[in-house]
């Protein structure tokens, strides 16, 4: 059976999309009018190595069974999908068209698959071990999620890495760590029978008779992507510091010890929520991993660009370790230091407005 997909965020979602294209789904992207209007003129490019290769090919969204387009938000028709993926990050929300489309999706009742590393509200609603209310200070802003049915929502851990080129255009992506999705089930049996055919599709996919890793895995467990958690704070939001940004391998493997006690921290975090040991994933298999990541992750570099919000995945585990009791002062320090480095972004963003407008006579 093919579904109909649609993505908000045609970056790292394009990954996610061209799997499902692989396996003979219709996908949708949305995006911004001009990646939307040169997707649909050139289609997509996931630059991906397989097991044996030497180089990264290109798989093109034209040379695939399933349909490809994309649109900006204010044109989309949520009713007319399956399945909605959310692969923004979580500040990028709070835009107005796209909190019009949340609204929509949210009313048509159409069940959401969130490849955000921060997890929806709604998503952890569904944790009985979680005071949902005390953690909204995490968020851009809670209210974006308030109409949505946590039944409905599932979360999946975007464990592959990928970035877009500086130097290319917007329609392709490059991945550099070609790891699984592993999502949570839904609530529903028929939701769940849904991801399944997904998944089976996508294990099924092959080029010139080769398998394609990054597959899709369905778990029962609802901690399986908070094993994420874990990794994100023992390396990407430490890659943020008082100074410029340093690589996920540096904020690792400088002091390999230290890691490892932050790792196990947030792990008891988790597991302290319900999960199972075996949900987790062992911190020497991220070690390993993260010797591969030589550039700073996306938070640290957005903020050392100047964005004035981020996804605070940090300030989100240091509040639900808080409701239960565990700390640690390597993540209150993370906390800090992003913190400190947002509201400087945004002092400096106020005083260049500020300077702008005096200089034109206050009339912008």
Known sequence: ???????????????????????????????RTATAELINARGTEVRLKLKGDNAHRAIRSTDLPGQLDAMPPETVAPSGYDLIVLAMQEPQYLSSTIRLLLTRIAEARIPCLSLM??????????????????????YANARVWDRFDPQLMTLCSPDPQAFRPADEAANVLHVGLPTNFKTAAYASPKHNAMLTTIA???DSAQIDGLDVPVKLRVHDSLFVPFAKWAMLLTGNYRCVTAGAPISIRDAVHTDIGLSRDIYAAVESIVLRLGAR??????????????EQLTNPSSAARAIAAGALMAERVDKLVQLIGHQHGITHPAIDHTVAVINAKLARNRL???????ATQSRLGGKI
Do not use: Q, W
């Not at 400096?348 to 500020?354: E, I, K, Q």
């Open 1 to 31: 059976m093919a579904y109909r997909i649609l993505i908000l965020g045609a970056s790292y979602g394009s990954l996610f999309g061209t799997k499902c294209l692989m396996a003979g789904h219709d996908v949708t992207l949305v995006c």
């Open 117 to 138: 590393n921060m997890p929806p509200l709604p998503y952890l609603k569904r944790i009985v071990a979680i005071d949902a209310s005390a953690i909204e200070a995490a």
């Open 200 to 202: 089976d599709g996508i």
């Open 277 to 290: 040991r075996e949900d987790m994933v062992a911190f020497e298999k991220y070690a390993m991993a993260a």
């Open 348 to 354: 400096c963003a106020t005083s260049a407005y500020t």
